[in-house]
């Protein structure tokens, strides 16, 4: 695929409005927009902020990448951008930026895509080429310029090896890969070997890209290398290093001080890298994210059922069921077959399925049926007469975690078998064992951990007044102080175990909470509108969609160009929704669905207006925070 198929006339600003990094990726990211790339504007600037988070993308030399892979890309596309002044963009070199390519790609782009967008990066390494998209006088020319490019390099992606004949010659390798493997990595390539080719060095270049490992290192390569060079900014293979001089450092680096990294590998300036191999079980486990993210991958799997079953069970009470009784009156066939499915069975395996995949998270495939066997013993083996419904979701999590490492445990004790018995391990040994060891823990602690479930969620049933507003208080505040991130997951978490104890309160406290921050940024747009650029104006539209979808991550672009002023007013407003809905005492039974299912509030209409009333409140304490704290832009757009 050529590059002008993904970068076009549409697609292209000659003259750049924007003075600020933050004004350019919005200014490119509508051009794409407008050209019908995007899915959702505001998702993909997240993503480019969330890139540009981890280092920046102005290489240097005035110019600047700015690119991310996500689901909000509707096809892959390059926007162009062009600022005869240069403005500053954070670059390696701390000089102005003329020169912007964003690059969008999409979740599920193939190959030929990806090579085209970094073959582009590549390009820029070329001064001339540089030159000559300065100098372009029309979209026309810029598009030219690239295919002239194109037309000169039979093969642009292949050139990664640069060899001399003489033998004599110290031999380099090296490493690319950035995040997203679309630019940094192949830009990176493209100029260790350039200087390699102009120094007369012996270079053979990695590329780890999102379509691949490209060029790998074979073993013949690392046992010939004098030095090399590994520059990433994420995970490669490093263990196949071990025992040689290995210079480790950030993609960026090879970009900007090329020659330094070339010197010292050249010099023997490298130290001997030493694989600590504990790591490599680790890779399965702590080191892939730690406890965070064993229970995120537990939790996001486990949705589906919370949320299917949470909504059918909901939908069954508009009936007023008495689904026990099939001779009660007020009994309904069809809604009692909705509360079957979803608490019967949908929230019935919703502990279990916790449990599995937080397991898996840990110790990989092997971990998942002791996980699930674990969460339905926490669910269902309880030993305490008056607690029917076990240890619910504290007995999961430990169950999950319990397995994990359990699992980890045996495969270590495994490790040693001949290989003949490789076959074995994961249909036989693993599952034996793993499931055993953590069935029998799991029976044992069960029943007191029975006990803790039970009094914790008699403890919060308990609470009235004043205790119940601050707990309303706190749990809406950490639903908006980190936009959707760790501490917004662990209320979110909290309101799913309360539902699971069937206190739906407090999933009613942190769903409406959840939606203040973006509603509340969207409110500010539009009431002070003095206060905020154009793009954020727009971004505003956008984020009452968002908001009202329980989508707390709309607010995201505001509190990324203005963290100081926007994460105060979210929080503020979000705290004060939480207690107002704990002061009201609603409940909803549904654990997602923003304003879909505000319907479903139990205690009818009354409740409904009241829990209605709780977030806009909050939303308007955001706004209000938001206006009073943010200054009047420089320049209305």
């Not at 999409?106 to 970094?118: K, P, Q, R, V, Y």
């Not at 990066?121 to 540089?130: G, I, N, P, V």
């Amino acid at each position: 695929m050529k590059i002008t198929q993904l970068l076009t006339e549409e697609t292209i600003i000659l003259n750049l409005s924007a003075t600020t990094k933050q004004q350019v990726l919005e200014e490119l990211a509508s051009q794409l927009e407008r050209a019908g790339k995007l899915a959702d504007r505001t998702a993909f600037i997240s993503a480019i902020l969330e890139r540009e988070s981890q280092s920046t993308t102005g290489i240097g030399d005035g110019i600047a990448i700015p690119h991310a892979k996500s689901a909000a890309v509707k096809s892959p596309a390059i926007a162009f951008g062009r600022s005869s002044e240069g403005l500053d963009f954070e670059s390696l070199d701390g000089q102005p930026a003329n020169l912007f390519f964003m690059i969008a790609a999409s979740e599920g782009a193939n190959d030929d895509h990806l090579e085209a967008l970094s073959r582009l990066a590549t390009f820029l390494m070329d001064d001339k080429f540089r030159t000559n998209i300065l100098a372009a006088q029309s979209k026309q020319e810029v598009l030219e310029v690239i295919s002239a490019k194109e037309a000169s390099l039979e093969e642009p992606e292949e050139a990664a090896e640069n060899i001399p004949a003489d033998s004599t010659q110290k031999k380099i390798l090296a490493v690319t890969a950035c995040p997203t493997g679309i630019a940094h990595t192949y830009m990176a390539a493209e100029k260790l070997n350039e200087r390699a080719k102009e120094l007369g060095i012996a270079l053979k270049v990695e590329t780890n890209g999102s379509s691949g490992v490209k060029n790998r290192l074979t073993d013949e390569d690392i046992a010939g290398a004098d030095a090399i060079i590994v520059a990433a900014d994420t995970k490669v293979e490093m263990s196949r290093f071990n025992g040689k001089p290995v210079i480790q450092t950030g993609v960026g680096k090879a970009i900007y001080e090329t020659d330094t990294l070339l010197n010292r590998a050249v010099t023997g300036d490298a130290p001997t890298y030493k694989h600590d191999k504990s790591k490599d079980e680790a890779d399965a486990g702590e080191t892939k994210g730690g406890f965070y993210k064993h229970l995120m991958n537990g939790v996001s799997n486990m949705l589906p059922f919370v949320v299917g079953g949470g909504i059918l069970i909901a939908i069954s009470f508009f009936w007023g069921i008495n689904a026990s009784n099939p001779d009660s009156p007020e009994y309904n066939e069809f809604a009692a077959m909705l509360n079957t499915i979803g608490g019967g069975n949908a929230f019935f395996l919703m502990v279990p399925v916790l449990a599995g995949f937080i397991a898996m998270s840990i110790a990989d495939r092997p971990g998942f049926a002791p996980g699930m066997i674990g969460g339905l013993i926490a669910i269902t083996v309880t030993g305490v007469e008056e607690a029917s419904g076990g240890s619910g979701f504290l007995g999961g999590l430990i169950a999950g975690f319990l397995a994990g490492y359990v699992t980890l445990l045996v495969k270590k004790v495994f490790a040693g078998l001949p290989n003949s018995l490789e076959g074995l391990k994961p249909v036989l040994f693993y599952p034996v064992f793993a499931i055993a060891v953590t069935g029998i823990i799991m029976m044992l602690v069960n029943p007191q951990l029975t006990k803790v479930y039970t009094a914790i969620s008699s403890f919060l049933e308990s609470l009235g007044g004043t205790n119940l507003v601050l707990v309303g208080l706190l749990l809406g505040g950490m639903m908006a102080i980190d936009m959707g991130g760790p501490i917004n997951k662990a209320a979110y978490t909290f309101g799913i175990a309360m539902l699971d104890a069937q206190n739906f309160n407090f999933m009613a406290t942190v769903m409406a909470a959840g939606m203040v921050p973006p509603l509340g940024m969207a409110i500010a747009t539009t009431l002070f509108k003095n206060k905020f650029t154009k793009p954020e104006r727009e971004a505003g539209k956008t984020a009452y969609v968002l908001g009202a979808c329980f989508i707390t991550e709309g607010v995201i672009p505001f509190a990324a160009a203005d963290p100081a002023r926007v994460i105060p007013a979210s929080v503020a407003g979000a705290a004060v929704t939480g207690a107002l809905v704990m002061l009201f005492d609603i409940g909803l039974r549904a654990p997602h669905g923003g304003v879909f299912v505000i319907g479903l509030v139990d205690g009818g209409v009354a409740s409904i207006l009241m829990y209605v009333l709780a977030i806009l409140a909050g939303a308007v304490v955001t706004a209000i925070v938001a206006g009073a704290l943010k200054k009047r832009v420089a320049v209305a757009a």
